[in-house]
């Protein structure tokens, strides 16, 4: 190997290192392709998810960060 790391891609998202981890999901440092702007790409466990019948859950947590999106200032 010639010492460069292998980014992966998810869509138009280079996924980087891992941030933040827990149960049932890791989220990992991603930056967009196309315009460069990072952000936080959540991963979740589907077997777990689905083993501790947690889907609702997992949608309402998906709501609730679309919704909180709206609130933010996004100048900063």
Do not use: C, H, W
Request: hydrophobic fraction near 40%; glycine fraction near 8%.
């Amino acid at each position: 190997m010639n010492g460069q790391k292998i980014k992966r891609r998810v869509g138009k998202y280079e996924v980087g290192r891992t941030i933040g981890e827990g149960t049932f999901a890791k989220v990992k440092f991603a930056r967009n392709s196309e315009t460069g702007e990072p952000v936080a790409l959540k991963i979740l466990d589907k077997e777990k998810v689905l083993k501790y019948m947690l889907a609702e859950q997992v949608v309402q947590e998906i709501f609730f960060d679309i919704t909180f999106l709206f609130y933010l200032p996004m100048n900063y």
